[in-house]
């Protein structure tokens, strides 16, 4: 079985940083795409930024030029910085990854790490 663990919520003033961080672990051959979605009281889970096995990256238009993804593949690791936090920013934040195990290609969700920007 596969594990995403993620790191690095907690509470920030408005204009602060928090670097996230979300750890595969377990029968893993490869991963594909890796990304980080979020999820606001009352609103739908959407998809902040997302990084394919390439390097190529694509974000929400709301944190382009704010937050960068970045992956290390050695240690089955994505990251997401996260700069110049908005009170609109809040939100439990799920890492998600597509990985190959042994029966083919699944996807996983971490358990979700909650996010705060006061302002």
């Known amino acids: 079985q596969v594990q995403l663990v993620e790191s690095g919520g907690g509470l920030v003033q408005a204009g602060g940083s928090l670097r996230l961080s979300c750890a595969a672990s377990?029968?893993?051959?490869?991963?594909?795409?890796m990304g980080w979605y979020r999820q606001a009281p009352g609103k739908q889970r959407e998809l902040v930024a997302h990084?394919?096995?390439?390097?190529?990256?694509n974000y929400l238009d709301s944190v382009k030029g704010r937050f960068t993804i970045s992956r290390d593949n050695a240690k089955n690791t994505v990251y997401l910085q996260m700069n110049s936090l908005k009170p609109e920013d809040t939100a439990v934040y799920y890492c998600?990854?597509?990985?190959?195990?042994?029966?083919?290609?699944?996807?996983?969700w971490g358990q979700g790490t909650q996010v705060t920007v006061s302002s």
């Open positions: 998600n990854a597509d990985i190959w195990q042994d029966y083919g290609l699944g996807s996983s």
């Open positions: 990084i394919l096995s390439g390097d190529t990256t």
């Open positions: 377990g029968s893993i051959f490869s991963i594909n795409a």
